[in-house]
């Protein structure tokens, strides 16, 4: 974690436009962290730091800068907003005033979670200074129907500025924690719960990129919110048939490449997704993948369906028997999260050509076959909605007592 601030936990939050990263920041207010805006420094920098204002008119023209001093950030984002050069260059201008205002209010405060919400968090630095960062996402016909309703823009209009953001994988795939909006706002409330319980104490934490391969590793949504490095050890410990040297953990887009090649290995060349689907694919599900080495064998595709189901809808090993080798590791994994959401369930979708190293993992890691009959009404729309044609339905019961 970061070393300036050894008894505050930071939080990063980032997200595209529009996938409710202020409802977010609202709620963590209201449990009582420290809320930073970035974009909000941005404006009151632009309103008011004499030297960065003369800055910026030097560097877009006199016409971006008022009478008053202020710069009119409309004439601003008319120079910037088409043009990736330019605005990197703004960029380039603003960040590190804002990275200094930041750093005041967090020196300043005594609250011990602090939440610091910018679009630009992954890609302006502000996330080398976090222990986590959060994601907000939602369907991209969601962003347009927010933009026209909560600002009034035209459907033109609200497709633009969503299709000029780089794409909601590009973030999602390097969260710790994702928050899906597209629900209910009780959906979202949920969701945050849990992932500010999990939230390590401030000195705990350790930066994603100096984890090793004995934490937990995090998927793209809420339900793998990480658990604390011994949670992540006792988990390992009770699969001991796992190779020594073996991680699982999330799909990243540099893996893409190997999940390709993988996939087709695994089908005999049967399937061929492209790599902008598999892209996007992350951003739409929770991939695991199983790791020996710098090889991978094992990749898992699954999504979570409120505090009832966990849905496994592609497994993918290669060689075949890297499903009994890595496979227990890696549905200990959706387990553990399944639990931790109190989900009832765990659906698995067999293909009738599945392997019999993948027929025999679930076997032993207590799946089972089941039937329309076996499904609890709350089961059902899930099964209907997600269950892939031509699959068999497999199940691990976890709760027998439904918790209404």
């Known amino acids: 974690m970061s070393k300036e601030w050894p008894d505050k936990t930071l939080v990063g939050l980032t997200g595209n436009i529009a996938t409710g990263k ?7 207010a209201d449990a009582g ?33 008022r009478a008053n001093g202020t710069i009119d950030r409309t004439a601003l984002a008319d120079i910037v907003f088409s043009n990736p050069e330019r605005l990197r260059e703004l960029e380039r201008l603003v960040h590190p005033a804002v990275r200094r205002q930041i750093r005041k209010q967090i020196d300043d405060s005594d609250a011990t979670v602090v939440f610091v919400e910018a679009i630009k968090l992954l890609e302006g630095g502000l996330a080398e200074l976090v222990d986590q960062v959060w994601v907000t996402r939602t369907q991209r016909r969601t962003q347009i129907e927010r933009l026209m309703v909560c600002r009034g823009m035209d459907a033109e209009t609200a497709a633009m500025r969503v299709n000029a953001q780089p794409p909601q994988e590009a973030k999602v795939a390097r969260a710790d924690v994702v928050i899906d909006t597209d629900g209910t706002m009780e959906s979202t409330r949920e969701q ?3 992932a ?9 934490a350790a930066p994603p990129e100096r984890q090793t391969s004995t934490s937990r590793p995090v998927a793209a949504t809420v339900e793998a919110i990480p658990q604390k490095p011994q949670a992540r050890a006792e988990t390992m410990a ?22 390709l090649l993988l996939m087709q ?40 369906h409120s505090t009832t189901a966990v849905a496994i809808d592609q497994v993918y090993a290669y060689p075949p028997e890297a499903a009994l080798s890595s496979g227990p590791a890696v549905l ?6 399944a639990r931790e959401l109190i989900c009832e369930v765990i659906f698995a979708y067999l293909p009738p050509d599945a ?39 497999w199940g691990k019961i976890l709760r027998d007592v439904r918790i209404r």
């Open 355 to 393: 392997s019999p190293p993948v027929r025999q993992l679930f076997e032993q890691s207590g799946y089972r076959p089941m039937s329309s009959r076996d499904l609890r009404r709350a089961w059902a729309p899930v099964v209907s909605e997600t269950q892939p044609a031509s699959t068999a339905l």
């Open 22 to 28: 202020s409802t977010v920041m609202r709620m963590a």
């Open 196 to 204: 500010w319980e999990r939230l390590p104490a401030p000195g705990t």
């Open 265 to 304: 290995r695994a089908t005999g060349g049967a399937l061929q997704m492209k790599r902008a689907d598999l892209l996007l694919a992350l951003s739409e599900r929770s991939y695991l993948i199983a790791q020996e080495g710098t090889e991978i064998n094992m990749v898992v595709g699954w999504s979570t």
């Open 33 to 65: 962290a420290l809320t930073i805006d970035a974009d909000k420094i941005v404006h009151q920098l632009l309103d008011g730091d004499g030297e960065l204002q003369a800055a910026v008119a030097a560097a877009f023209g006199p016409a971006v800068r």
């Open 238 to 259: 009770a699969t001991p048939a796992s190779p020594p040297d073996l991680l699982v953990r999330r799909a990243r887009p540099s893996d893409v490449a190997a999940v």
């Open 332 to 337: 200990a994994e959706i387990e553990a999260s």
């Open 192 to 194: 945050f719960a849990i």
